[in-house]
């Protein structure tokens, strides 16, 4: 920890910027097993928000972990870490008015927890964080295993694999609740959008209704 830091006060508050873009930051955290179709919700989430005209912007594992985390490995403690990243850079992103998405396995839930106290405290007020369990059978995701993962897994090739050799700890009060063993994609996306739009969180601009 360095000691030789201080916090240099903005002048521009979060609630200017909030009225200048005229769009409310916030962080949508998606959690689940390798292939439960974390990613796939998360491009296309990303893709209907910005084609709304409203600024959003993706964190995954192809983003993050070749970049700001690739000293990183998976024990639990690099994943401790690997979270933790994510979660400040998240919260960056939504206090510049953008919608984060995050699309991570995060099998812990104090990890989890860390992140939405990490957004909910601050000097002005927190910022939203909606924790989006996607959520799917081991059984089913092994079917699909789309990287071949689960496989390598079962042969012990990979070591701490989430949900074979290494926990999934299950949300316990997710605000949305995704079975994507039953839900297609497009329906997926309707669902948070649904509950983002019932909770006050995004406002579709005029131009795109």
Partial sequence: MATNI???????????????????GLTIWLTGLSASGKSTIAVALEQHLLHLGLSAYRLDGDN??????????????????????????????ADSTAIAITSFISPYKKDRETARKLHEEGEEGG??????????????????????????????????FTGITAPYEVPDNAEIHLRTDQLSVEKSVVKIMGYLQEKGLVTIPAAAK
């Fill in 6 to 24: 201080t916090w240099h006060a903005a002048n521009l508050t979060r609630a200017e910027r909030t009225t200048l873009r005229n769009q409310r």
């Fill in 127 to 160: 910022l939203p964080f909606v924790e989006c369990w996607v959520d799917i059978p081991v059984e089913e995701a092994e079917k699909r295993d789309p990287k071949g993962l689960y496989k390598k897994a079962r042969q012990g090739i990979i070591k701490d």
């Fill in 64 to 93: 993050v972990r070749f970049g700001l985390n690739s000293d990183l490995g998976f024990s639990e403690t690099d994943r401790n870490e690997n979270i933790r990243r994510i979660a400040h850079v998240a919260k960056l992103f």
